[in-house]
């Protein structure tokens, strides 16, 4: 019997007022997402896809349709307890820039009054975690790291009050490609050593098959196909067929630059 799903998305709508009139952000969504999975959401500029994340930890409410959490109806869960309980990761990091690394992954614990010679644990811990040098990093300002060693900072708080769900929003768009693949890559590991379930959203195809066990496709605030990468690489649906030509055409033409680098 297969186990219940952790994440749930029942007929989920949204709509945001604007003076031209109600923008559907999204629109009757349903989708479950299984304990331990990383899930992909991809689709283009404004489909919906941030807007199903901040519902997912209640930065806004739906219109209609219902979020489930191990279960629970999330509207009857405590806003405030349950993005405690669910790490996010936001695209550039979002340090806090006067406060030290070790103050902003130390954010989360001091927030739940967890005595300060525990959390100096926890944050060097989780400087091992993201693969950050303790001393050389610990006393630093964000804007002394690079990118990357950022938003291995960011991985570090959202991860600091030990949650089993983390929302990621375009993690690594900012970072150059070897950066990036580097981080997805940790990211991974780090999501299966600590059995997380992650929602990653990302504009990048490619990262989304390379990373992820599923992947979600948006469009118009709608879900157009949610497929392990296999089933979504050879998906006869018109958009994510259209989506998957770049990496396709890359794909070949990495092929053929690099001979003897293919799969035969
Ligand atoms: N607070 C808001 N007020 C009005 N409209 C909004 C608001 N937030 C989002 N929208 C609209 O809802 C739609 C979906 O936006 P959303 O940010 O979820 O898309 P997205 O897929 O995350 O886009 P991007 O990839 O560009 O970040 C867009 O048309 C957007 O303009």
Redesign the pocket.
Known sequence: MQPPPLITYANVRKC???PAGA?V??DDVSLEIAEGEFLAIV????????????LTNRL?EPDGGTIRIAGEDISRIDPVGLRRRIGTVFQNGALFPHMTIAANIGITPRLLGTPPGEIATRVDELLDLVQLDRTEHRDRLPHELSGGQRQRVGVARALAAAPHIVLM??PFGALDPLTRDALGGDYRALHDKLALTTIM?T?DITEALLLADRIAV?RG?RLVEAGPPAAVATSQEPYVAELMTTPRRQAARLAALLPGSGTA
Do not use: C, N, Q, W
Not at 43 to 54: A, D, E, M, N
């Open positions: 945001f007022p604007t923008v952000a999204v689709g283009g500029s404004g489909s919906g896809k941030t807007t199903l994340l901040r806004i929003d375009e959203i504009h948006m605030g």
